[in-house]
């Protein structure tokens, strides 16, 4: 289940939730997860909020296009291997956490690098998606692995690859 939050209007207008949905459900598919066994909450904010969320939880006061919270860390122990699977919980459902996305940085953002703000809050997703699965971009054979993984599944949605 995909739990759509929408704390600016801006979001409801833009059509998040359907947004949502098929980037969220086209990543678990991808990695042979079954959307209908699992469950992300995404808020939909402004910039005032995810800045404040980017200093509560990652000490940098400032806002940020996406932010995630898995509900367990999945991340590989060696560095380029694919992340560890998730716990179901004993009644089968997998909680894999919570993704905050702000509506003025992704505008911003895609009109600076004139792409369709669709398909880059649907790249966006999919990235907060794939951390909430253990993926990681810091080390570099992680972040091949994410980067690659990304552009597979953005264009089964027929969204360019953004790299």
């Known amino acids: 289940m995909i739990d759509v939050i929408p704390d600016d209007a801006r979001w409801d207008a833009f059509g ?3 947004v949502a949905e098929q980037a969220v459900a086209t990543t678990l598919r991808g990695l042979d997860l079954d959307p209908a066994r699992v ?30 919270w898995p509900e367990e860390d999945l991340s590989p122990d060696i560095e380029g291997a694919p992340p560890h699977a998730p716990t ?33 809050v649907t790249h966006l997703i999919v ?4 951390h909430l699965l253990g993926y ?16 597979k599944l953005l264009g089964i949605m027929g969204v360019p690859d953004p790299y």
């Open 16 to 18: 998040l939730a359907a």
């Open 88 to 120: 179901p919980d004993p009644d089968g459902t997998i909680s894999l956490g919570d993704i905050a996305i702000a509506y003025d940085t992704c505008a911003l953002e895609a009109a600076g690098q004139g792409k369709p703000m669709r398909d880059h």
């Open 136 to 151: 990681d971009h810091i080390r570099d054979l992680d972040a091949t692995r994410m980067e690659a993984l990304e552009v």
């Open 127 to 130: 990235h907060g998606t794939l």
């Open 39 to 68: 469950e992300v909450a995404i808020l939909g904010c402004d910039d005032a909020l995810i800045a404040t969320l980017n200093a509560d939880f990652r000490g940098k006061p400032t806002p940020t296009n996406v932010l995630s």
